[in-house]
């Protein structure tokens, strides 16, 4: 059996096991963190520190919090404002920090350096030229360089790359793509790209914006809009493939709002094979829904689910269909490698007072289950009680929670609305938390946390209940994701190749041999969480770093 066959096997088998513990139990759980954060979470970020942040954007009128210190601001529209629209959360302690930033946020987008920093750019009016910044440490606050991008990004897509740079593409009106931060003469440049404008359905009703980027493992960089998909090499600006059009007639980005995750990359010790890639996209509506939610007519959101294996010679999609129609779905890749699809309405689009029937009930996908007649790759879980539409965002944590935030279907804070603003977080348990279940504890990485490509690392592991046999294990690397309009940025999950099977130190500890992903191409630079995975429960993440 090949080592991809024998992980794919695993998957399965933890998947077929969290599959039996969710039908035993409550099929995850939910719980208040948070009445109030001081603003609407419409975007939100994980920082190797743990900490979360978060923001809206300055013209929602008065948040709940005001700016640090008791100061105000006057911004360049000459608006004095003394209120915070972006805090520092801490999920652990749910202490909160106000933020200061003097530029419009609205519909931006952003990623973490390697060095851990987060970058933001772009935004509404004023603030659509804007890089920030922002450093994860005790008292830092965002720093903003107000011509850090050539052209306007709102409504942009952004996308960490092997060299540690990111790609910004698209936008409004915006048929180009770009480099930040600005540190070479090529970073000037302004790169056109057409498809941007082959994609959308009208001026008016793009439905291409927010575009799904996702990092191949050979370094091109796949681009969806709409209802179809390229391959482009970015180095040399050159498109050099086009994918089958999505089918069903359903249109999957901005403001019909599917969502997309690159499923795992299942990594050998081969350093010389690239894995199969594919990409999953779910949910959105039909083209012109945007348009009759704005006369008050509300059409049922898709079902429809495709993958496409976006590495194959001739690729083709492999169509599926989720239980409940939903459009802004958040879609998260679990620790397990399996999709958490949260938040969401199931009918009408994305965009003020445009989304109804909220979609309460997360679903639970798990990419490697098999198909019958009588059995799907998905399961219905809980609901929440806390109905979460447009600009609402949902985030991986640490521990392997779920944080869920936002939803201000509102052009202004208001919480008399049909669907108020809404400034609380919850979070939510997925099946692994259940109480019958024992979780693997990581103890400790040797040499340490500091990885290079290739390295070899041992990773000793402790399972508290006793096992006559450990059962199966693997490893698995998640890069934290910049969320925004149901789509997670930067999002990937990585299922480490091993040396061998897991060896009993004593008792109840373990340690294996683990291979660091081979190249930049497969883990861009910068931060990862580092799960071990026992008969599908994940351990909590342990931060480590890759250059």
């Not at 077929?16 to 603003?39: M, P, V």
């Not at 939100?44 to 809206?56: C, G, R, T």
């Not at 049922?300 to 690729?315: D, E």
């Not at 199931?346 to 007649?373: C, F, H, M, Q």
Request: with cysteine; glycine share 8%.
């Amino acid at each position: 059996m090949t080592t991809k066959s024998l992980v794919c096997l695993i998957l399965v088998t933890s998947s077929l096991f969290t599959l039996a513990l969710g039908s035993q139990t409550h099929r995850g759980k939910w719980k208040l963190l948070k009445r109030s954060i001081g603003i609407s979470a419409m975007h939100m970020q994980l920082l190797p520190n743990d900490k979360i942040i978060a923001f809206d954007w300055k013209g929602s009128g008065p948040s709940n919090i005001s700016l640090p210190g008791g100061k105000c601001v006057v911004d360049s529209e000459t608006t004095t404002d003394c209120y915070s629209h972006s805090v520092e959360f801490d999920p652990s302690s749910r202490r909160i920090r106000p933020l200061t930033i003097t530029t419009d946020t609205w519909c931006s987008s952003g990623a973490l350096l390697p060095n851990g920093i987060l970058i933001q750019s772009g935004g509404f009016r004023l603030g659509d030229r804007v890089v920030r910044s922002f450093t994860p440490c005790a008292n830092c606050d965002w720093v903003e360089k107000k011509n850090g991008l050539i052209t306007s990004r709102w409504y942009a897509s952004n996308q960490i790359l092997p060299n540690g740079k990111i790609i910004v593409v698209g936008g409004l009106n915006q048929f180009n793509y770009e480099f930040i931060p600005k540190t070479s003469t090529s970073d000037q440049t302004l790169y056109q790209l057409p498809f941007l404008k082959e994609t959308r359905y009208s001026p008016l009703i793009p439905n291409n914006l927010y575009p799904f980027l996702h990092l191949t493992p050979g370094g091109k960089l796949f681009i969806f809009a709409n209802d179809r998909a390229i391959l482009l090499d970015h180095v040399n600006n050159k498109v050099v493939k086009n994918y089958p059009v999505m089918p069903g007639g359903v249109s999957r980005n901005y403001p019909s709002t599917g969502s997309s995750v690159l499923l795992p990359l299942i990594l050998s010790s081969n350093f010389n094979n690239h894995p199969e890639a594919e990409v999953f996209i779910c949910g959105g509506t039909v083209p012109d829904s945007n348009q009759m939610a704005n006369v008050g007519v509300f059409i049922a959101a898709s079902k429809s689910c495709g993958r496409l294996v976006i590495t194959a010679n001739n690729p083709s999609w492999e169509m599926e269909e989720m239980p409940l129609n939903r459009l802004m779905g958040d879609m998260i890749l679990l620790p397990t490698g399996d999709v958490l699809i949260i938040n969401g309405a199931a009918k009408g689009s994305a965009g003020w007072y445009a989304g109804r029937e909220p979609v309460l009930n997360p679903v639970l996908y798990r990419p490697d289950a098999p198909i019958t007649a009588k059995t799907s790759r998905f399961e219905i879980m809980s609901p929440s009680k806390i109905p979460r539409l447009y600009h609402s965002t949902a985030h991986l944590l640490s521990d392997g929670r779920v944080l869920v935030g936002g939803s201000n279907p509102n052009s202004n804070y208001n919480f008399t609305a049909l669907y108020p603003t809404e400034l609380s977080v919850e979070v939510f348990y997925p099946p692994y938390f259940s109480p019958n279940v024992s979780r693997p504890l990581i103890s400790k990485i040797n040499p340490g946390t500091n990885l290079e490509y290739k390295q070899k690392f041992s990773m000793h592991f402790h399972i508290h209940q006793w096992h006559e046999e450990l059962g199966k294990i693997y490893v698995t690397m998640v890069a934290p994701s910049f969320t925004s309009h149901s789509y997670s940025m930067n999002q990937r999950l990585l299922v480490l190749a091993l040396d061998s099977e897991a060896q009993k130190v004593d008792f109840s500890n373990y340690v294996v041999d683990v291979h660091a992903p081979a190249t930049a191409t497969l883990a861009p630079p910068g931060y990862y969480q580092l799960f071990v995975v026992h008969e599908g429960v994940p351990s909590k993440g342990t931060w480590v770093h890759i250059k």
